[in-house]
């Protein structure tokens, strides 16, 4: 950050393991908030076996396309690659906190997602070792063909998935285990309620064709839902699923496929209507 604007990096940049300053050797352990963000030129980053933080926003908005990361890194913010246009992350095989696998930034153990790739695209089905999507997880823009979440993803956090998110198929797997979703980044589907009361809703998932929900979901606030306002076409509920929870489906008017293949006992009234009246 300089004199009120960012720093406008291009090119391929290596960062030394040290500076000197007034004769003094001094070591480069961390990519500070905010270091590189807006440098849209920026091509490539060389990170030092020094570094052992990567703190928020590091990375915000840069052109770069793929990072390794060294074996010294013991920290990464879960905003560090915010609104980045990754297409992979690899990790030094000798890093004992972090991994990387297909190009998705994972904790050393596969239990939690740290950073997926914004450019990845395709079909992306999250590990089962995985047991919850945390904020920020997923950057603004990511484009999937098909996300397909676990029985063992329990949660998902508010902002998991970033600005204009666009997933085609979305598959929650079968299952008895309950999944909490959280609210949206920044989008916003808002209605009247029954009682002319307004209601807005912000959906997890945006532009989502075809669902398949296969087990029990549970919305952290009334704000939440999963694809509300989404051009969802085909919706398939497993057998696990007894029950919708009110304004699901709101504003989902281009829904023309239902398949039941078990036993749904409680439907809201005019699920798939644009509103309640």
């Keep these: 950050w300089n004199n009120g604007s960012f720093e406008t990096y291009q090119g391929d940049i290596v960062i030394p393991d040290k500076v000197s300053y007034n004769g003094v050797d001094y070591p480069v352990v961390s990519i500070g908030d905010c270091a590189f963000a ?135 797997e079968d299952g008895e285990n309950e999944l909490t979703i959280g609210v949206a980044d920044n989008y916003n589907n808002g209605f009247y309620d029954e009682y002319n009361n307004y209601i807005s809703i912000r959906p997890m998932f945006q532009s989502v064709e075809e669902f398949y929900w296969g087990r029990p979901l549970k919305y952290s606030n009334t704000y939440s839902s999963p694809i509300a306002g989404n051009p969802v076409r085909k919706v398939t509920f497993g057998s696990y699923v007894t029950s919708i929870p009110k304004y699901t489906f709101n504003n989902c008017w281009s829904v023309s496929t239902v398949d039941v293949k078990g036993g749904i006992s409680q439907w809201c009234k005019f699920d798939f209507s644009r509103d309640y009246t």
Excluded: H, M, W
């Design 38 to 172: 807006n440098c849209r030129a920026l091509t490539s980053v060389t990170l030092p076996s020094s570094i052992i933080t990567i703190e928020g926003n590091a990375f915000r908005y840069t052109g770069i396309a793929s990072l390794t990361i060294p074996k010294s890194v013991e920290y990464i913010n879960n905003e560090a690659f915010n609104y980045s246009q990754f297409s992979s992350f690899n990790v030094d095989d000798a890093n004992e906190k972090y991994v990387s696998k297909d190009g998705v930034l994972y904790n050393k153990n596969i239990t939690k997602i740290i950073a997926f790739p914004a450019k990845k695209g395709g079909t992306y089905a999250i590990p089962s070792t995985i047991a919850a999507i945390g904020s920020r997880v997923f950057p603004a823009g990511v484009a999937l063909d098909e996300l397909i979440i676990p029985n063992s993803v329990t949660k998902i956090d508010d902002y998991a998935f970033g600005t204009n998110a666009q997933i085609k198929k979305l598959t929650i």
